[in-house]
Each structure stands twice: as C-alpha cells, then as structure tokens.
C-alpha cells in the first residue's frame, strides 16, 4: 500500500535550547561488572582473580552501558546525513562507510508502505508518548519482514502528561542533530547495523538475555510471604509466567518485578508476583574463574535503608530526578536489574560494598552497585573485568520518563570519563539496548527459534505470529522466546575497535554474553541459552591495529578532542605505526587527525616522546552501554493491576 504523507506540524513547546542542553547535570555514572577475586587483584588480573588474568583477546575490562527502547531507526534512519536545521551540528567525514542498513539507504524515508511515512523528530520533540514493544505486538508490526505494519501494532496511540505526539509517531526518527554523541562515536568507532534482541518483547527479558541469553526458567513468587507457586494451580499467573510447564516453570515475557529485591513492586507497596530465575548467568560463570565483575545502576542506594529486622524492606522511591521536560521519575528501576532475578546474584537489602577494594569482588553487595560505586572504582584504579552500567530511569532513553537529551547527558558523562582513566587503554565500551520500544525498523532477522504460543496476547491475536510459529522449532522446546526480534543500535567504542566502520555481522543481546564467555574462557550457560547461536564481537575490533584514541565529547554531542593515549600499542609485523584516522562530526572541533580506516596513531607519551609499544596481550576492557525495549512500567502496572 502507498504511504500517506502527514501534513507539517508545529514544532512550538515550551522547552527552549538551554533547557534541553542543561537540563541533565547530575548524570549518573557508569556500571561495571567483576567477578569474585581476593580484595587486590594483581595487576594483570585487574579484570579477573587469581588464575583468571590471561584473556583470548587484548581486552581486559569491559564495561556495557545498556539503554533502553531505541530501534535502529529511530536514531540512525539517515545516519551519516543529518538536517542541520536545528540543534548541534553534524557533518560526516568524507569517507565514512556508504552501505550502511537505514532507511534512507533502503530508500523508505520519502516512501514507505507503512500508513505513515517517518518524519524526523526535532530536538525539541525529544520527549515523546512510548511506543508498544510487547512480545507479540512485535511480531506482527514486523509481519514476516514486510515491516509494514507498525501503526496498527505498536504505535501508542493518543497519550497526555505534555508528551510529543502526532499521528504515526511510531514511524519517527531522530538525526544527529539531536543524537550527536551516538553519531560522533560512530565516525570514531564501530557501529553495528545488524544487531537484534534475542527475542521479541521488552526489557526484562532483554535483560536477562543480556546477562544469560535466557528468558526460559522462571517460576511464580508471591511477594508478601515470598512463597513459589510452581503449579500455578489455583490463580496462574499468566504475566509473570509464560507458557509454564507442568511444574510452573515457564518463560519471562512481560516485565514482572525481580523475587530478590527489597525495591521489587514500588518497595512492596504493591502486591504483582514476583520472579524468580532458576537458571544459570554470566555472573556465575564469572564467579566460577573469580573474575572481578559488577552490576552497576542509577538509584540502587536506597533512600531508606534496610534495618535489618527480618520481614522488612529498604525502598528506592524517595531517590527522583526530573527529565529534560521537568517530569520527575524515581531513579531505580527493578525489573531492570537483571541478576537481582536470580538468588545466588542477587543483593536483595540493596547493601553498599564496605569499601571501594571490595568493589567487583565477593561481599555484601553480592557485585550488585549504585552508580556512583563505579564512578569511586574507576577513580580508584580498581575497575573490574565486567561492568554493566544502568543510568537512572531519567537518564536511560526510554521514552515517556526519559528522552535522547538526557540519554546523552549519561553516555558522555561515563564514556568521557573512562576515556580520561588508566584504565583506558585496554578497556572496551559496548553501547547496547533492552529493546526498540516498538519504534519502526525496517531491518528484518528471520527468526532462527520459533515459538507456537497460540493464547490470545494483548492485541487480540495469537501471541505468536505466523512468522515465529513456522520457524524451527523451540530450542529446548521452550516457547515464547521467538527471535532475533527487532533491531537496535550497537556501539563498539576502544582504543582496539575499528574507526569509522560499519560491521554488518549478525548480532544479537547474546553476543555479549558470548564475548565475556569467550575472553574469560568462562563455558555456555547451556540449557538453551542463545549464547550458543550468537555471533560474538570480534568483527568490531582490530587487535593487529589499535587506534589508540581518545575521543572525548562536549555535553551537546559535539566533539571536544581527540587525542592519542598515553601508550603506545603494537603494530602488525613489517608495518609501521601511522598516523590515525576517525570522521569529524560535531561542532565542537577536533584535535588530532581525523578520516577512516583502520590506521592506528602514532602514540606519545605525556612528554611527547614515544612510548615504548606494549605486548599484543596487554590488559583492555569493554564497555558495553545499552537500552532496549521497556514497555512503559507504570503502563505495565496500571494493565495488570488486577492480575
């Protein structure tokens, strides 16, 4: 069907540039995750304990900032071309990679054969109604890789409290006007334009696929006596468990609230089940070869602690930030906590480490951290291995609560400052996302697990779609985890990822965990878990040619510099260390030289010698920031409340 085109709209509101810029100045900070170690790890075993500190690539700390609610699309639809009409500028190096996966690319922006074509969003639209992005909504938005069937699926619909709207808003992008730190990354990094959800749904269980590549095992709790209910007998509680075997262990569909959180159902004001995870995680696995990790997130220091008196409760409700638009949202989000789901991972008292030391290792934060925890490990030097970074729900991207503005206020916020560290040099970031909030994308992965849930989901139709019923068959028979499911944004930021690169691998929520798996030679989850199909990340990086830079970006997106690191790394055999190369995009300038390739710089030290060049197997990191698909949680409570 053609595209009806929408008549121009107004682009008033009340949010001026000083508001939308300066709004944000209390970002949260990044994540880490460390597996268990003794209280001071040597130096090589920074990222992991005794006997862990050998690595199958140069990357010694990985840090994932994971996002919320964004498809591909929605940021990157015209990706390197933005308008220049409004907000920071945006001008792509010259050679910049052509065959990049957007839309305009695919020649849908003008013509689309959704109902409504895509429109890009302003900055001054930047706080938008969410978007539908439950399991089977989806699917059929997808509608077998036609991609057009997004507005009578997921869009939202009329919403109120000041949030953007306009018919077909679904279809909507922004550019890098407004989301110019992403683009500055991707002119100096890798971008991966084939990366997907493990599965169809939101953000619980793009979370958990992001630490275990696993939905399937969960099991009813109810809150108050925390009692299972693994028959589901008498009430079945069917947002919680999905598709239950005879024992009531089924899969995590929706976004039920973690069992082993004191913060779980609004600090137990409510009275949802609860969930519990029965099965394995990254973070056991990490444990298992004592590597230094941690689960860090915006609002987990509770504003009332524990007392510790049995049967009661710390709460995270008096912690609140106000958004870009000065709609205030509490900082901590449970069922975005994803090893809080599983008890030998969880932190349930939402105890703080005795220490910055213990930080990563065993303790009474059982690797579970606020922010601000990460912030005091990597002043410290004290990073560990893994380091999962959650922002705030005002800072996270997830629309409704959250916005692109004050997402970037986080991104930079931890990015500049783990570019400013010692760490820096063997550290690897990953931008990642939950989920797409519903938001179109044109890309489609056909679905290598099927699923045959043919109960009626929330719009009316099996919760399967035709296209996730004629896959292969369940992996482990478990249903409901049809997928890849939709697409999202992937960033690959290191002094070892390729520059200015585009990487097409097919890549998935999973790949991440293949990646910890894989460099800290931890074993599969098994049982079904997606980290055995995964593509990994190693098509991101050069390890034959590091670029050695620092990019670091002003608050507005643009850049501020780029520099050479403070050392010097290896060059391949016979071939002479060049001088760098990464695209200029942003107002803010640069210093140093900037194009594409994968040359790597010539480092110098802070003397303006040159430094003496390191092993190929010198300790880095990565670090992983993401978001993905959160079905708006008040939205969610309000459906169900009387589940």
Known sequence: MSTTGRTSRSRGGSRGRAARWGACAGAAALVLLGGTAPARADSAGQGGGSGSSSTTTPIKHLVVLFDENVSFDHYFATYPKAANTDGTTFTAAKNTPKNIDTAAHAGLVAKNPNQYAPQRLSPDEAVTCDQNHSYGPEQYAANGGKADQYVQNTDS????????YQPGLVMDYYDGNTVTGLWNYAQHYSLGDNSYSSNYGPSTPGALNLVSGQTHGVVSVDPASGTEHPKQTATPDSYTVVSPDAQGVGTVANDPDPAYDDCSDNSHTSTNALAKMTGKNVGDLLNSKNVTWGWFQGGFRPSTAWDGKQGDYASCQGDTHANVAGTSSVDYSAHHSPFQYYASTSNPHHLPPKNTAEIGHDGQANHNYDLTDFDSALKAGDLPAVSFLKAAEYQDGHAA???????????????????????????????????????????????SNGSKDTTVGSNNKAADSPACQAAPAAAQGYDDRCGPGTRQPLLVISPYSKVNSVDHTQTEQASITKFIEDNWKTGRIGDGSFDSRANTLTNAFDFKHPNNEQVLLNTNGSVKSVKPI??????????????????????????????????????????????????????AGVLVVGGGALYYARRHRASRSAA
């Open 401 to 447: 609560y959250s916005d692109p503005t004050d997402e970037q206020n986080f991104l930079i916020k931890e990015i500049n400052a783990i570019q400013s560290s010692a760490d820096w040099k063997d550290t690897a970031i990953v931008v990642a996302y939950d989920d797409s909030d519903g938001w179109y994308d044109h890309a489609y992965a056909v679905p």
């Open 566 to 619: 403070s050392s010097t790394h290896p060059t391949s055999p016979g071939k002479p260390t060049q001088p760098g190369h990464g695209g200029t995009g942003g107002s803010g300038g640069t210093s140093g030289t900037t194009g594409g390739g994968n040359a790597p710089s010539t480092q110098l030290a802070a003397t303006g010698s040159p430094s003496p060049a390191l092993p190929l197997g010198i300790t």
């Open 157 to 164: 619909g009329k919403c109120s409290g000041g949030l953007y």
